[in-house]
């Protein structure tokens, strides 16, 4: 008899959560929704939000409103976002240096893997190897071997220190074995500017950064730092399939919420922003921005951060940077 008693508490308990559950997807949301972005309006992270956000106010019935919240690399945004009410009201448009970098090369006030839960991986942009016309050099390995007779001759440029240029480029460098010296900037378009000029050698960049430039024929793109080729630059090899297997640096914007959002939120946003990349208009803006769609699940997204903490912890101590 008390064992059947105790099943029979366990069903109901089950029945009452998978109620409740299904209560709160049905329900959600009764407000106005706000995605937080951790940078100035304007860059891609912004402008990835207020896509994702136009198709949400249409799909989930609620107006979505999109803060921009700066300061301190993005920690501002995600420790406000950290400790807001985990109802599915607040989330966060989180971009890869701010949840992947930031918190392995200084101490931030949140914890991206305890103090979200992730929701779907939105985008990514891949980072491309640029390097001066006056580096004989139309491939990664012919860049390499150039650099190796030449030591300590030539120097690559990054958007600062820490910076997710600079990890790339570091890393990069540390795995070819190359001496080349360091020079930082505050922020990418000097950079850019310089290696157009021949100032620097080398840049990491975002493919939005340096491919418009192409056409004035002072740079060459020359290595990929995705999985995959650039589809706009077919013929240019991955730094991977170069010599570099495993070589990955990407960045990505993903919606993020407060840890103990309810599952059936997280369940239906997830499925909100599937259904936003699937738009022929969506795919287009982000195609003009230089992003691929993703949408990936939020076991599939944790998986991602996971791995690029991973990759940027080693990226961090090729750069000589302090571990705190």
């Known amino acids: 008899m008390l064992r059947f008693r105790w099943m029979t508490t366990l ?37 990835i939000a207020r896509v994702i956000a136009e198709r949400f ?15 301190a690399g993005g920690a501002i945004a995600a420790e406000f976002v950290a400790k807001a009410p985990a109802d599915g009201y607040t989330l966060m448009m989180a971009a890869m240096p701010v949840m992947a970098v930031l918190p392995v090369v200084g101490k931030t006030n949140f914890d991206p893997l305890k103090d979200f839960v992730p929701i779907s991986n939105v985008g990514s942009n891949p980072f491309v190897m640029g390097v001066h016309k006056s580096v004989p050099a139309n491939t990664v390995p012919e860049f390499v071997a150039y650099i190796r007779k030449n030591p300590n001759k030539f120097n690559y440029a990054s958007g600062g220190s820490a910076s997710v240029s ?7 460098v540390k795995r070819a074995e190359l001496d080349m010296t360091h020079i930082s900037y505050k922020g990418g378009a000097p950079a850019v500017i310089d290696l157009l000029a021949g100032n620097v050698q080398m840049y990491f960049g975002n493919f ?22 650039a589809t706009p630059l077919p013929q240019v090899a991955t730094i991977a399939e170069s010599g570099f297997p495993g070589f990955r640096t990407v960045t990505w914007n993903g919606l993020m919420a407060p840890a103990g959002t309810p599952p059936a939120v997280v369940a239906r946003l997830a ?16 195609q003009q921005m230089g992003v691929d769609a993703i949408g990936s699940s939020p076991k599939e997204f944790v998986d991602t951060l996971r791995a690029d903490i991973a ?5 961090a101590k090729a750069a000589n940077l302090k571990m705190e």
């Open 11 to 47: 069903l109901a308990f089950a029945l009452c959560a998978d109620l409740a559950g299904a209560q709160t997807q049905a329900t959600w949301p009764q407000k106005p929704i706000r995605i937080v972005v951790p940078f100035a309006a304007g860059g891609n992270t912004d402008s």
């Open 57 to 71: 106010t249409q799909s989930l019935g609620q107006a979505v409103v999109v803060e921009n919240k700066v300061g």
């Open 166 to 172: 600079h990890l790339s480029a570091a890393l990069f």
């Open 208 to 229: 939005s950064e340096l491919y418009p430039h192409l056409s004035g024929g002072n740079i060459r793109i020359i290595g990929v730092s995705s999985d995959k080729r």
């Open 271 to 286: 499925e909100a922003v599937k259904d936003a990349l699937a738009s022929e208009g969506t795919h287009l803006k982000f």
């Open 311 to 315: 990759i940027w912890s080693e990226a």
